[in-house]
C-alpha cells in the first residue's frame, strides 16, 4: 500500500515556476514507478511526466518536453516535478500515481493522491 500527498501548487504567472512535490508513504517507495498527470475543469486526466523507480528512465508529454523536469529522491521517499516557462495551458490540477511498473496512461496506476491545482495567469 501508497498513500501520497502532493504540495507546491499555487498561482503563478505565465513564464514562471514552480515546484511540485509528492511525498509517498511506505517502506518500498524505491520500487515503485511515479509519475504525474494533470486534469483541467471538463478534460481527461492526461499524462505528464513519468519516472522510473531507479530515476535513470524518464519520459514526457510532448507539450511540457524542455520545460518540465520529473525528479525522484528514493532516500525522502518523495518525487518531484519542476515546472519552468509554464504557460495558462498547463493550468490544472495535477496529481502523482504510483505503480510498480512504469506506464504512461492513467487507468494503470493504482495510486494516486489527492492532487494540488497549479494555476497560470496570462
Known amino acids: 500500500q501508497v498513500q501520497l500527498v502532493e504540495s507546491g501548487g499555487g498561482l503563478v504567472q505565465a513564464g514562471g515556476s514552480l515546484r511540485l512535490s509528492c511525498a509517498a508513504s511506505g517502506r518500498t517507495f524505491s520500487t515503485y514507478a511515479m509519475a504525474w498527470f494533470r486534469q483541467a475543469p471538463g478534460k481527461e486526466r492526461e499524462f505528464v511526466a513519468a519516472i522510473a523507480w531507479s530515476g535513470g528512465g524518464a519520459y514526457y508529454t510532448d507539450s511540457v518536453k524542455g520545460r518540465f523536469t520529473i525528479s525522484r529522491d528514493n532516500a525522502k521517499n518523495t518525487v518531484y516535478l519542476e515546472m519552468n516557462s509554464l504557460k495558462p495551458e498547463d493550468t490544472a490540477v495535477y496529481h502523482c500515481?504510483?505503480?510498480?511498473?512504469?506506464?504512461?496512461?492513467?487507468?494503470?496506476?493504482?495510486?494516486w493522491g489527492q492532487g494540488t491545482q497549479v494555476t497560470v495567469s496570462s
Open positions: 500515481a504510483a505503480d510498480r511498473v512504469l506506464r504512461l496512461t492513467a487507468a494503470e496506476y493504482s495510486y
